[in-house]
């Protein structure tokens, strides 16, 4: 244990705090919102090509992907130093972070060149089309069907939750290839462009705003997939799931750390919920910091997220009674704008509250987190 | 920063495992002089947090925690024989003052160490047979807790938490009613998550504080307070699921659950419960800020 900072990881810092110093757009330029996870507009699209050909998109990856074969602790101080000053390097976060993550651990050379390569140059934006109305918690039980015919699949069935989809370029689809095999063996990942005819998308509202688009439904009818657009080993997508999902787990932690941190900031009060906030935040981090060098142990990586999930709940709900019936008044602005982040995150308290619930509900409720700590770490019986 | 044990803290911690199970039938006396001879006291924060966590996993009998977290703190040595201090500013709980060879005053005109007999004390009945405490008669004493007086007591009760979850566990999985272990349900299941989710948050905590406390950081006082406050808050959800999951058993003298129980609860109201830890570390912020 020490506290020191590492010289490598430090001048690692300098040069990417350099970098955005001298590239970051104007809050003028930023001025076209993106209004869903897929949807770009032209000048974030020219910030995420600007990281990819400095290397400064996913530092982890080598050169071609947009990063310099950064270290694990260099990609921690990495994210630290974009949360500090409040900016995304991807306003496709899921398409950054998951679909190509997961096209370069798992897809071909041809298929990293066609799909990841474009996803991280912004050219095109993806969507990740996992739950499905029978299939949530229990994400293995999903039924959308995908059939080989010759050279294609055949697909059919439904999504829902589909972040983005109706301004996706491409969807990361989970489908069913063999009924018959348990559950978890008959899954394979399919890229489904979404011009596909046969795929049909209808945006939903969150309970924050009628015109707050994000949620999708997605029907595919008869939709035809190329054969090549298989990510992974056919019935194998389980597998692809967990280290797709493994990538974004692995420091999920971090984006609490920062609505923590957030309502540090924007929240200060004399009330003791505040200093439960001021440990949850440090507890939060030191636990981070301590998975990092221990490596992958999912298990653990359930701590860090109920940890978080619920720490930003909590505070946020206290944060929301203390300004009484003032946090009635909504639209509100309740952080400083940074042109570089996301607006949802300083919107009123009681929409601050309620999105906090994403954390809580999406990427394996608190429940199914629980139920890992207590039969991965303690052994209870399944 | 690090925050994971390195390769000589790993092996301590192993270390004292294995003696402090070993060693658990033995009296009380021989268990002190054999901390004493295996140089403990003289640990460095991060290593002494390492002891005091298995301690408390055992609700150690021994004066250990009194002389290296609440003496050698305000001496700014190691006593001859047993210590403790007085910093309350009252003289009173004071752990292991009735039984202690020499004390540490904290006095308006600095520290002053007595003879622990010349002192006048009152031994305190309380609900946890094994702990000493008693009241302290002295003149002229201020309040100013040391940092690894209240990290000691935090780490130490994080220790008898986890023995209190591992107790718990191992009693969900063997219990079985309605034909299955009581571990399978998810009631229980999600009890038991709690219980080591706010176990993992204290440790780290406490862990944090000795780490500050070891490079004598400017955050070590809050780490400190942050450490004994998230001690108590982790008490309070391990004493209580606790408890419950052992369902009647857990409430019986003869269980052994209780010793940690009650370790685990004086942990909390020594040197002030997390309340307490809670208004200060927002005062001393506040003081900070001005």
């Known amino acids: 244990m020490k506290l020191g900072t590492d010289p490598e990881v430090e001048k690692f810092r300098a040069d990417l705090a350099d970098f955005l110093d001298t590239h970051l757009p104007s809050e003028a330029d930023a001025m076209p919102r993106s209004r869903s996870s897929s949807d770009m507009p032209e000048w974030a699209r020219t910030w995420q090509r600007t990281l990819f050909d400095a290397g400064w998109l996913l530092p982890g990856q080598p050169p071609e992907y947009g990063g310099r074969n950064a270290t694990l602790p260099q990609q921690l101080a990495y994210l630290e130093e974009l949360a500090r000053r409040r900016i995304y390097q991807s306003f496709n976060p899921q398409g950054l972070g998951i679909i190509a993550a997961s096209i370069l651990s798992f897809g071909t050379d041809e298929q990293k060149r066609r799909w990841a390569v474009p996803i991280l140059r912004a050219e095109i934006t993806a969507s990740l089309g996992m739950s499905e109305p029978e299939a949530g918690s229990d994400l293995a039980g999903l039924r959308t069907r995908a059939v080989p015919d010759g050279e294609h699949f055949v697909v059919n069935g439904q999504k829902v939750w589909t972040s983005g989809a109706h301004d996706a370029d491409v969807l990361l689809t989970f489908v069913r290839t063999d009924p018959d095999a348990p559950k978890h063996q008959g899954i394979s990942v399919l890229l489904i462009p979404t011009s596909t005819e046969g795929v049909t998308r209808r945006p939903f509202a969150s309970i924050a705003d009628p015109g707050d688009l994000d949620f999708n439904e997605v029907f595919f009818t008869d939709v035809r997939v190329p054969r090549e657009n298989l990510i992974g080993p056919l019935h194998q997508g389980w597998t692809v799931a967990n280290g797709s999902l493994g990538h974004e787990r692995t420091l999920l932690w971090l984006s609490f750390a920062e609505r923590l941190d957030d309502l540090i900031r924007d929240a200060p009060s004399r009330e003791e919920w505040y200093a439960t906030l001021l440990m949850d935040a440090q507890a939060l981090k030191l636990l981070g910091y301590r998975q990092l060098s221990r490596g992958q142990q999912p298990a653990e990586l359930s701590v860090l997220k109920l940890l978080g999930s619920e720490a930003v709940q909590t505070a946020s709900l206290r944060a929301l009674e203390e300004r009484g019936a003032d946090a009635l008044v909504h639209p509100a602005r309740t952080g400083p704008y940074s042109h570089m982040n996301n607006d949802a995150f300083i919107t009123s308290w009681f929409e601050r509250y309620v999105r906090s619930f994403a954390g809580t509900i999406a990427g394996g409720t608190s429940e199914i987190q629980r139920n890992i700590i207590a039969e991965r770490l303690l052994g209870l019986p399944r | ?290």
């Open chain 2, 1 to 290: 920063m690090e925050f994971e044990f390195d390769e000589d803290q790993r092996l301590l911690q192993q270390l004292v495992r294995e003696t402090v199970a070993k060693s658990r039938p033995q009296p009380e006396d021989q268990l002190w002089t054999m901390y004493q001879k295996l140089g403990w006291l003289e640990a460095p924060p991060v290593e002494l947090a390492i002891v005091l966590e298995e301690l408390g996993y055992v609700a150690d009998p021994t004066p250990f925690l009194a002389t290296a977290t609440w003496f050698a703190p305000l001496a700014g040595r190691l006593p001859a024989g047993a210590g403790t201090g007085v910093c309350d500013g009252a003289g009173r709980f004071v752990l292991d003052a009735d039984r202690a060879d020499e004390v540490a005053l904290l006095t308006r005109d600095g520290v002053r160490v007595v003879r622990g007999p010349d002192l006048r004390t009152e031994r305190v009945a309380t609900f946890d047979p094994t702990l000493h405490v008693a009241h302290v008669t002295a003149p002229d004493l201020v309040a100013g807790i040391p940092d690894l007086t209240l990290m000691g007591l935090a780490i130490a009760t994080v220790g008898s938490c986890r023995h209190i979850l591992d107790l718990a566990v191992t009693h969900v999985r063997q219990r079985e009613q309605f034909g299955v272990p009581i571990g399978s349900f998810q009631a229980v299941k999600h009890k038991a998550a709690d219980m080591y989710v706010a176990i993992e948050r204290a440790r780290a905590l406490a862990y944090f504080a000795a780490l500050t406390i070891a490079e004598d950081d400017p955050r070590r006082s809050q780490a400190a307070r942050m450490a004994k406050a998230a001690a108590g808050e982790c008490q309070q959800v391990v004493f209580r699921h606790g408890l419950q999951l052992f369902g009647g058993m857990g409430f019986t003298w003869e269980n052994e659950l209780q010793i940690y129980l009650k370790r685990a609860k004086a942990g909390d109201l020594l040197l002030g419960p997390a309340a307490v830890h809670r208004k200060a570390l927002l005062a001393d912020r506040v003081g900070a800020a001005t």
